[in-house]
């Protein structure tokens, strides 16, 4: 047994309730709003009572040389900060986290910045960065006796889930936007035998549906609504203050779909602060694809008080969402931290893309919305060049491939989408050629890329 002490939170009216006491939606019964794990521990804790700064330090770093099947994930070797179960023996883990921080020598000097980071959440065990979320929350639906999980999915959520559950001896359900996903990303929920709906819809519509589904059938929510899904994901703040020796960076950008993981990071920063770990909390930033940016219009509607839900569009599919569910949360964050909130063209998204391939780390078209924001951010002279910058990278390059294909063969933008943009294309572009298969055709195909 651990000290589990959280409760939960609700984010718009304050209601506070025991973690079994929520509903399958995760919807506040008094205001509708969504939940926070809080742990009523921490502040009530005096002196010696109070986790020691120094010695968690210690023992967080003492367990990365650890044999213990726990310690090696990225996400429990943290376990004092999120203790969400009665027993850490029923944590379902892949070894997630513990991802790499690349510095971004060329992007850095493109940008004249040197201190300039990608944090590559797609080298989790299933690709991105919902690993680190669904360790968490699917261990809560194994202790809590689930035989069924589910979720609504742009594609990773599912990979995530149908993995852990897999692992758990549970059972999965996937709701789909039909035609609207990555290849690689349907390939993994079938693999890890989930049951795989493709809905005529898009990913609001599968929330919908999955919503009414939860409160009529005994199956577990696994989209981010689920307040232990934020635990996990609240870990690679963890990751990154301690990669930086606990002085935190400046800035900190992610991409925003439904804006759960923003809401995590923040929240993860927020309580490193709290607990006297850090001395200060990063700015963190959201970017969306220009077609799918409600969360840009409510800051420059409303300041962010409210969002009108929009119809999206775009061909980064994983943040295809246009009714963000954690977008109060995700707000809150942004103004707490100083952050901004802005959108980037597909063209802008293509490029920043390609050039994160081009420092061998890649990823998929959601996460390079990071570092096409940066270069708004650089521009307009919001990010100084002294400062120290970390881009969240979400998905590996692998999870849409048919994407980077696209581009490289000149099949992905239209024209009046390259407009203005033709020498930067054409740099990055590498497609593969037909050669004869002999020595002196692959060496003019050699000459031919040089010249
Ligand atoms: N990047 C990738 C690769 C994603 O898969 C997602 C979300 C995001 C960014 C946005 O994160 O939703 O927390 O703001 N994918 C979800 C899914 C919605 O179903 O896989 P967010």
Redesign the pocket.
Known sequence: MNDNLHQLRCFGCGELISGSDARPDFRCARCGDLFDVEYAGWSQRRGHDRPNPGALKWLWRERRSSLETLDQSGVWRFRELLPILDSFGNAVTLREGNTPLYPLIRAAKALGMDQLFAKHQ?MNPTG???DTGMTAALSVARERGFEWVA??????????MAAYAARAGLRSLVLIPEGKIAWG?LSQAMDYGAVTCQLKTD?DGCVRVLTEIVREAPIYLL??VNPYRLEG?KTPAFEIAEAFDWAVPDHLI???????????LGKGFRELHELGLVARVPRVS?IQAEGANPLVRSFSSSKGATMEPVEAHTRAT??R?GN?A?WRK?ARVIQDTGGWCLDVTETEIAIAKAELGAEGLGC?P??AVTLAGLKKLRADGSVAAGETVVLLL??HTL?DADYTIDFHRGTLLKDQEIAGHEAEVNALRRNAVAVDATPAAVLAALKGSVG
């Not at 992610?254 to 995590?264: D, F, I, Y």
């Open positions: 797609g991105s960065f919902k979720c609504a999915s742009t594609g990773n959520t599912s990979a995530a990303k990913f989209n981010s994901q992610v991409p925003g779909g439904n804006l759960a993981n923003s809401s995590a959201v994983a943040i969402i963000p954690s995700a998929e959601a996460s979400t998905g999870k």
